[in-house]
């Protein structure tokens, strides 16, 4: 997973929501369950969204 989104970041990485979204998925790779991942302002809404999801599925 963490190689694609290496992948991902070099295809669309000038795109400041999808480093946004690459570096909170990252962290929840990295171990990370912190609501407040979601609160990024460069996010998407619905990215933001699904990263809320995302955490609350895995506590």
């Known amino acids: ?3 694609a989104l290496e ?7 000038t795109n400041p929501a999808a480093r ?3 570096s909170k998925l ?3 790779l990295a171990g ?3 609501p407040e991942l979601a609160n ?3 996010l998407y809404y619905r990215d933001a ?4 999801l995302l ?4 506590k």
């Open 1 to 3: 997973m963490a190689a």
């Open 7 to 13: 992948k991902f970041l070099c295809q669309y990485g």
């Open 20 to 22: 946004a979204l690459v």
């Open 26 to 28: 990252q962290a929840v």
């Open 32 to 34: 990370s369950r912190d």
């Open 40 to 42: 990024d302002p460069d």
């Open 49 to 52: 969204v699904e990263v809320r």
């Open 55 to 58: 955490i609350e599925g895995m």
